[in-house]
């Protein structure tokens, strides 16, 4: 299974950009879906998750500025983000988490950069 994240660009502090990230193919137990970020010389941070019943979680630097959302019939998961700021620059990865009899399996993407910028 592969992911691949795209929708990443440069916007201005205060735009918009929305993320998508899609599996190559449907997976068997998949139930979490999340978003994670890695500014430059930080480590990677979670950013929002979506269980396959719809529930949603985000982190505190996002809340109300971040959507995450899933098309699970096109194994598609977006992270709408809108009122950019600078802080927000890193590279974002995908990650879906497969139920598995030995542990939880999880599939990454190759990230996308987003860029805020004036």
Do not use: H
Request: contains cysteine.
């Amino acid at each position: 299974v592969q992911l691949q994240a795209s929708g990443g660009g440069m916007v201005y502090p205060g735009g918009s950009l929305r993320l998508s990230c899609t599996a190559s193919e449907t997976i068997i137990g998949l139930y979490m879906m999340r978003w994670f970020r890695q500014a430059p010389g930080k480590q990677r941070e979670f950013v929002a998750s979506i269980l396959s019943t719809d529930y949603t979680t985000y982190a505190d630097a996002v809340k109300g500025r971040f959507a995450v959302s899933s098309n699970l019939a096109n194994n598609t998961i977006f992270l709408q983000m809108n009122r950019l700021e600078p802080d927000d620059t890193a590279v974002y990865f995908c990650n879906f988490r497969q139920a598995d009899v030995g542990g939880p399996v999880d599939f990454w993407g190759q990230g996308t950069q987003v860029t805020v910028s004036s």
